[in-house]
Structures are given as C-alpha cells and as structure tokens.
C-alpha cells in the first residue's frame, strides 16, 4: 500500500496549534504515512511538534463560514465545502493528549481529516512504523528481547533437577498463544502435554512462571480446564499438577472469576479443577473484571480527569463511580494472597482465569515483584514483563488498539497492561526505596504499549511476531531503554536493595490516583513533575558528594 493513496492534502500553512501546557502557536502543518508535524517559526523560534498518528484515538471536527456559523462533523460525515470557510479539528490522543488544530480552508481540514482517520487506524503490522523506525545508535543485528523461558530456566539451576524445558510448542502448533519453549515437570511427556493442551481453553496448559528461591515453591499458569457440563477428565492434566507439587503436600489454585462465573462457565464447555479429581489442590476464588468492564471503567476515568467542573464532591463521585481504584485494589490485594501462599505458607500456586492471558499474567507479575527482589531491578523488572506478558502471550494488539477516547464500539480492548503500570507505581509510591527504576519508566511504558516506534509490543503473541517478521525487522524497546543515556532517566536514585517482600497495604486510604498519568497534561501535575525531577537531580548530587 502507498501511503500517498490517502493523504489529499500533505501541507497547510498558518495552522494555530493549541494544545495543553503551551501557548498558542502558527506554523505549518505536515502529515506523512505515519506522523503529524507541526513546524513553528514565529519569531525566529524553530518549535515542533511530532505526533505518531498511531497515538491518536479519536478526532472530532467542525467548519465555520464566514457568516459565522458552524458545523459539526463526526468521523464519517461530510458536508457541501464553502468558499473562504476555516475547519477545526480536535485531536485525542491515547496518552491523553488533547491536541486543537485551526486549519484555514473547509477542504484543506476535512481532507486532513480524513488522512488522520485513515492512517491512524491501519492494522497492517508490517506497514506500521516501528518497520520503519532506524535510530542511529540501535542495529536490527542487536538482540531482541531480554528474556524468555530457556534463559531463566539456564539462570535458575534448581530448576533442573525436577523440571524440564520443553519443545514441544516449537512450531506453536500445540498453543498458538504460547512461546516455542516452556518449564514443565520432568516427569510429564511431551505426549501428555499435548493431551493436556487440548484439555485447556486455547492450548494453555499449566506452564512454570517463577520458581521461589527461599523455599522451592513455584507459581504455575494456564487457561481454565475444560471439563464442561458433563464433567470430562483429563488424567494427563490431573497428572502434570500432581506432578507440580509432592504427593504430602498439597498446592492453591487461585481462579480470577468468581464461583458462580466458574460454574457458569462449565455450562460453556470450560469449567474449573474438582476436589474430586484434584484432591491435593485447594481452589480459591478472587474475582477480578476484565475486558469491556476495565475498558468502560478506564473511560469513565478519563472523563472525570477532565471534568472542567472544579466541584470537589462531583468530581470524588465521578471517581468513584469509574471504580479505577476498585481494580487496582483487587488486583494488588490478589497478587498479596498469591504471594501468601508461595511466601508464607510455602505451597504452590497454580493461577487462571478463563483464557490465561490477562489477569492471570497481571496477578503472577505482581507477586513476583512482591517477593524476589531480583525483578525489583531497571533490567530485572524489563525481563519480567518480557516474560509474563510479551513471550506469555498477552494479546497487545487486541487490548491496546483504542484508549479512553474513541468513539468505536468496544471489541477487545482492556486496559490491562495499564492498570499492571499503575499497582506498580503504588508500589513505588509506598515503597521508595525499594525499587530500582522511577515513575519515568512506568510512564514511558504506559504510552509505549499503545503506540510506539519499537516493535515490543506489536502483534498478539510471539507466533504472530514470528510470522510477520517483526524481531527481524523492529528494534526492541527494552533494549532501547537500558542503553546509558537512557537508563540513568529511568533508575530510582533512592534504591537501596532489599531480600525482604514488599507487602503492600491496600486499604482504600493507602492507594491513591495516579496523578502522573491521569492528570498528566494539566498544570498542577507539570509543577510536580518538575519538583521531582529538582528533588532527583539534588539526590544525584549529594550521591556524587558523599562518594568523593
């Protein structure tokens, strides 16, 4: 496809630009198969603006005549063009971005329009831009990735006496949504995880996620099983469980629906472990929303952080009433009872909802960084999220592909990975010294997963990724991050390590908005954003001091 097939008008001058935190400003206006460029001389100031049309989630647009009146237009109306009439165009971005564009000339807006509109919402992935992106000091030759299941299972040797790695998704014919290699018991065949893949939605049998040092204990994951209304067994999956744990001892399955959703779902054809079958398994329910839910309640929001309003009680309601804080309390208060068990109580885990691919992966990467200290590092905690969500096989493309703004009709997407950002940034914020990397990095990664000129997080699994060339042809953004000139932005210049877990508490009082992204584009948090930057450099130095 050639990009010039949807783009009428490439240039208009005298644009006023008006966005948040800047004053206004004219230049020129440029789009290309893949950014807008605001360019603005004024005053022999050379200022620009580059926006990824991927960022963008929705536009809205009107036109004035020279009469004075107006109208408006929704993302596929259209209207007869007049002669000397001006077009306004509303940009909402993805990382909540409210960009204003006047553009003189009906025709000139609306065919500007149209081109944001088309190009912002292509989902060719080989056509995005991360294909194209080429920064001078990053090589295609340079590995892709810091992570994956053979790398940890070489790191951890104590792995190896009980646990195998196995091939046997090497062609992802056995899990389309799993990587080619996985940690499972030793004692369980390649023959059986195959039957046991067939008895789990989606092909995700009971993998190894993490193996707990202190004790040997380890974190499983899979979908949930499929013994549907009539009860069907599985005496391979009863077997790899089992096989999980020692035959005294007994392990938890925690279930991310509640119990009636479980039983609902069997009704379905899925369903859940029975005593009967897993008698050494304990099931405990923790239900978490997902999908159009968290989608619904990351509008609701967004909407409140723009309330123009400046009325205290209504704007706590409508807080509360996006129940955002209600789903991070949930999933930080889950990811407590899964490192009880491993921590504390020194069992098992095996943890699912109905796919696997979700609150699964949210919940197993937070009680990692509760309890090893290891993840709690700049690379440690990147590894981690290459593990459990990019190699694990967290549908990005799906969930990501809109934000809080656009006007299309909900299909996949679910804040997921957002909401992961922002449990760790409470944890940051109640724990400041115990993590190495700053809220920089959490923000970075907030707007990087739904728009982004690296290829990380591109695609629905690693198959898709294979098969579209994208680790041959894109830069990897976790690599990007750890190059030195970026890394020191990111470290946390307090970090003092720990072996200890980090318990964090969640009672309503304890957890608070993230202002730093939902209120990231007003004043009040420009001004905080600079203190901490003040109080970091300050830090910096009295380090360099004490140290000379």
Known sequence: MEFSEHIKTANVEDVELRQQLHPPSRGTLCVTGHHLLFSDRQDGSCRQVLLLLRNIDAIEKSVENLLGSSGFFSNTGHSDRISGSSGMITIKCKDLRVLQLDIPGMEQCLNIAHSIETLSCLDCVPEMFPFFYRPADLRLQDQWGLSSPEKYYSQTEELHERWRLSSVNKDYSVCPSYPPAVIVPRSIDDDSLKKVAKFRQGGRFPVLCYYHQRNGMVIMRSSQPLPGANRKRCREDELLLQAVIDSSDKGYIIDTRSSQQAQQARMMGGGFESKSCYSHWKRLHRQMERGKTLQESLI?????????????????????????????????????????????????????????????????????????????????????????????????????????????????????????????????????????????????????????????????SDRERCALGVKDNTHCLFQALLRPRERDSYCNPLYEPTELAIWPSVHPQSLQLWRGFFLRWTQQARHLEEAQEEIRNMVIEWGKLSLS
């Open 300 to 460: 609701k929001l967004v909407e409140a952080c723009g309330d123009e309003s400046h009325n205290m009680d209504r704007w706590l309601s409508k807080l509360e009433n996006s129940k955002w804080l209600s789903h991070v309390q949930t999933a930080l208060s889950t990811a407590g009872l899964l490192v009880e068990c491993v921590e504390r109580d020194s069992h098992s885990v095996l943890v699912h909802g109905s796919e696997g691919t979700d609150s699964s992966l949210l919940i197993s990467t937070l009680a990692q960084l509760i309890m090893d200290p290891c993840c709690r590092t700049l690379e440690g905690f990147l590894a981690l999220l290459e593990r459990e969500w990019i190699q694990a096989g967290h549908p990005f493309q799906q969930r990501c592909a809109h934000s809080a703004f656009s006007h299309a009709r909900l299909q996949s997407e679910s804040p997921v990975f957002l909401l992961l950002m922002d449990c760790v940034w409470q944890l940051c914020r109640q724990f400041p010294l115990a993590l190495g990397f700053s809220e920089v990095l959490l923000l970075r990664l907030a707007t990087e997963v739904y728009a982004s000129d690296y290829g990380t997080f591109l695609c629905n």
